[in-house]
């Protein structure tokens, strides 16, 4: 498997990243385990969580699968086999310190409670999991709406998080700083605000990416580019769409939708677009979910793409994916039906 450097750190990442955000709650917590052990053994060494997994987050879950990674770590004694990654919610959970915005005296205390519940004395990458002004990710870019943000206390904002971000680095317990759900303005003020203060610079940024959600090809790719900061791709199969389990109505018991009580990615557009690369997939003797991660690790700017899964069987499949190169006819079928299809979600 092949090893991706980490923005400008001294990482280096597999460009398989193991999600955890199911244990805890879809997964108990032998299971997780399970999914560590295959991981490792397929030879992954990146691991990421939150302080808000196990999802759908609630007082009940929140800080539960960080809680049983600190336990496999403390049952096996691996913690140097892995790059491990965590984040900060941004605010707005209420169950997480009443909903509060993060600042830096939140990042220090949510940092300290991860590194309890992981068992460890420092975090690989830490990151902020969404920017507390509003995001257009998920499905947030209908509502979206910049021009309301308060620029100088946003700018404030993330001076205070950086400056605490920055004690932490001096005092070993994280070694790198990103971001989750960022846009293009916010990056471009975390690196401008590192290099001004001599603070730590980001070396990663965390947003969704998949065949039916290609936001990050344009001016976030640009920055990528030019900037060193590589992008960590979550919900590479659309949370589950790209498989088809969700097409015509059907939600399978015990998956995402159905656990989650709705679905949001599934719309008519969306489902027109998932059947388009099933057939593709089909056509080419493929499965559809190794095509959808293997065309990931194709985009110039991908760090490492993020997979979960709530079977051992699901996940051997998805990291089996990096073994897959996508032909040419392939390729071209693909992009045929992303000018179709360009932002189906």
């Given at each position: 498997?092949?090893?991706?450097?980490?923005?400008?750190?001294?990482?280096?990442?597999?460009?398989?990243?193991?999600?955890?955000?199911?244990?805890?709650?879809?997964?108990?917590?032998?299971?997780?385990?399970?999914?560590?052990?295959?991981?490792?053994?397929?030879?992954?060494?990146?691991?990421?969580?939150?302080?808000?997994?196990?999802?759908?987050?609630?007082?009940?879950?929140?800080?539960?699968?960080?809680e049983?990674i600190?336990?496999?770590?403390?049952?096996?004694?691996?913690?140097?086999?892995?790059?491990?990654?965590?984040?900060?919610?941004g605010?707005?959970?209420?169950?997480?310190?009443?909903?509060?915005?993060?600042?830096?005296?939140?990042?220090?205390?949510?940092?300290?409670?991860?590194?309890?519940?992981?068992?460890?004395?420092?975090?690989?990458?830490?990151?902020?999991?969404?920017?507390?002004?509003?995001?257009?990710?998920?499905?947030?870019?209908?509502?979206?709406?910049?021009?309301?943000?308060?620029t100088a206390?946003?700018?404030?904002?993330?001076e205070?998080?950086?400056?605490?971000?920055?004690?932490?680095?001096?005092?070993?317990?994280?070694?790198?700083?990103?971001?989750?759900?960022?846009?293009?303005?916010?990056?471009?003020?975390?690196?401008?605000?590192?290099?001004?203060?001599?603070l730590?610079?980001?070396?990663?940024?965390?947003?969704?990416?998949?065949?039916?959600?290609?936001?990050?090809?344009?001016?976030l790719?640009?920055?990528?580019?030019h900037?060193?900061?590589?992008?960590?791709?979550?919900s590479?199969?659309?949370?589950?769409?790209?498989?088809?389990?969700?097409?015509?109505?059907a939600?399978?018991?015990?998956?995402?939708?159905?656990?989650?009580?709705?679905?949001?990615?599934?719309?008519?557009?969306?489902?027109?677009?998932?059947?388009?690369?099933?057939?593709?997939?089909?056509?080419?003797?493929l499965?559809?979910?190794?095509?959808?991660?293997?065309?990931?690790?194709?985009?110039?700017?991908?760090?490492?793409?993020?997979?979960?899964?709530?079977?051992?069987a699901?996940?051997?499949?998805?990291?089996?994916?990096?073994?897959?190169?996508?032909?040419?006819?392939?390729?071209?079928?693909?992009?045929?039906?992303?000018?179709?299809?360009?932002?189906?979600?």
């Amino acid at each position: 498997m092949k090893l991706k450097p980490l923005g400008r750190s001294d990482l280096r990442v597999t460009e398989i990243c193991l999600g955890t955000m199911t244990w805890g709650s879809q997964n108990t917590e032998a299971e997780g385990h399970a999914q560590i052990d295959l991981a490792l053994d397929a030879g992954v060494n990146f691991m990421d969580t939150a302080e808000l997994y196990a999802v759908p987050g609630s007082t009940q879950t929140s800080g539960r699968t960080e809680e049983i990674i600190g336990n496999w770590f403390q049952a096996n004694g691996k913690r140097d086999s892995w790059i491990l990654a965590s984040k900060i919610v941004g605010g707005g959970s209420k169950f997480i310190r009443d909903g509060h915005r993060a600042d830096g005296a939140s990042v220090r205390v949510a940092l300290e409670q991860s590194l309890r519940r992981l068992k460890t004395d420092y975090l690989d990458l830490y990151q902020i999991h969404w920017a507390s002004r509003g995001s257009y990710n998920f499905d947030g870019s209908w509502t979206y709406a910049p021009h309301k943000q308060d620029t100088a206390d946003t700018l404030a904002n993330l001076e205070d998080m950086l400056e605490t971000l920055g004690e932490l680095v001096k005092e070993g317990k994280i070694r790198h700083v990103g971001v989750s759900n960022e846009t293009t303005w916010g990056i471009a003020q975390w690196l401008r605000l590192a290099e001004a203060k001599g603070l730590p610079r980001l070396v990663s940024v965390q947003n969704e990416y998949s065949l039916l959600r290609r936001h990050f090809d344009l001016d976030l790719a640009e920055l990528s580019h030019h900037e060193d900061v590589g992008l960590l791709a979550y919900s590479p199969l659309a949370g589950g769409l790209i498989t088809g389990k969700y097409f015509d109505g059907a939600v399978p018991k015990g998956s995402r939708a159905d656990y989650q009580k709705g679905f949001w990615r599934l719309n008519e557009y969306s489902e027109a677009a998932g059947k388009a690369y099933l057939e593709l997939a089909r056509t080419h003797g493929l499965d559809v979910s190794q095509m959808a991660i293997a065309f990931a690790l194709t985009r110039p700017f991908m760090a490492s793409v993020i997979v979960g899964a709530t079977s051992t069987a699901q996940l051997t499949n998805a990291i089996d994916a990096h073994k897959l190169a996508l032909g040419p006819e392939v390729l071209a079928g693909i992009e045929a039906i992303h000018r179709q299809y360009p932002r189906p979600i």
